[in-house]
């Protein structure tokens, strides 16, 4: 089932020319990127998209948003503001390491960081944070590290996400290696990202529809039913980097590491194509 499903999708994408656009300035890309969507889902407004698939299926928004008032991350998110409160053994906290002491932020990350040329991820923050205080740093991908991450992004919640590119040698170069990945085909079953959220979002893939990548990443960390283990109450949370791994592997292409450069480059950029959406995290997701 999954195979044919698949490959009919791909047959559909065999006469798609090669998507990569030259040489523009991100913001042209993020011009181009937004008109693709509203001209292919008319009437939907920008901010919508920070729903997700949601934006563009309303029969399944209403379930979602059933879900959302009593939110299955709720008890995981408390856990997440605890740990962000409370204080390492040398009395400083997460806060300290933090513009703002880490309240409201959300909206910049990640952020190009002139002196050691290379893009910080909240997440990868939070863990520099815990070993520059002597403490030990969270397992990436999901549980705690998503928890507090979650709290973190939920404070910034209202604000439109502002990511910054520089017109830097190396801040372009991130980019470019982010938008790359988003448009390269790759695994066995060679998809891009783009040739699902982008050429068939909107579409079904075996039961699910494809969502937009436009305000992909405005809720982040989501809380997976997926993921969810009952009695555990850090279970369905996870970060970016583990929902760009699910994907990598639906194609059966090798999932990279987490925090890793690649996968970096492409929050980089992605998050870049969300820009002038609201925060809106954390949200549940099937
Ligand atoms: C074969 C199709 C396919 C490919 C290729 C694919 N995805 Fe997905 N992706 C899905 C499906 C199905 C879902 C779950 C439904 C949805 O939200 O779109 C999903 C969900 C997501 C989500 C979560 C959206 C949300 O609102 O929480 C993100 C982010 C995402 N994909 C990013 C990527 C990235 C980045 C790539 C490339 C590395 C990629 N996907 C490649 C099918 C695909």
């Known amino acids: 089932m999954r195979k044919i499903a698949l490959a009919t999708l791909a047959l559909s994408l065999i006469a798609g020319l090669p998507q990569i656009a030259q040489a523009k300035t991100p913001a042209e890309d993020l011009k181009d990127f937004r008109a693709y969507y509203m001209k292919r889902f008319p009437g939907i407004p920008l901010n919508n998209y920070q729903d997700g698939v949601y934006a563009i299926n309303s029969d399944a928004k209403e379930a979602w948003e059933n879900i959302e008032e009593f939110p299955p991350w709720e008890e995981g998110f408390e856990m997440g503001k605890r740990f962000f409160d409370t204080k390492f053994k040398n009395g400083k906290s997460l806060a300290s390491c933090f513009k703002n002491g880490g309240m409201g932020i959300r909206q910049d990350y990640p952020m190009f960081d002139n002196k ?12 520099a944070c815990l070993k520059k205080n002597g403490e030990k740093p969270l397992k990436l991908k999901k549980g705690m590290l998503a928890a507090v991450s979650a709290y973190m992004a939920s404070t910034s919640n209202g604000k439109k996400l502002n990511i ?11 980019y470019a290696r982010g938008k790359q990945h ?27 529809t494809l969502s937009p990548a436009l305000g992909h990443l405005t809720h982040f960390p989501v809380w997976r039913l997926k993921w969810e283990k009952p009695g555990k109450p850090l279970s ?41 959406i609201k925060v809106n995290a954390p949200a549940s997701r099937k």
Do not use: W
Request: net charge positive.
């Open 116 to 127: 050691s040329g290379t893009v910080k991820t909240l997440e990868g923050e939070i863990n």
């Open 164 to 174: 910054k590119v520089p017109n830097d040698k190396k801040a372009l170069a991130i």
């Open 182 to 208: 988003f448009y390269a085909k790759r695994g066995q079953l060679n998809f891009s990202c783009a040739n699902c959220h982008k050429d068939n979002a909107g579409n079904m893939v075996r039961a699910e």
């Open 236 to 276: 369905g949370f996870g970060t970016t980097h583990r929902r760009f791994a699910g994907c990598n592997q639906n194609i059966r292409a090798k999932p990279m590491k987490a925090q890793g450069e690649e996968y970096k480059a492409l929050e980089y950029f992605l998050t870049y194509m969300s820009n002038g």
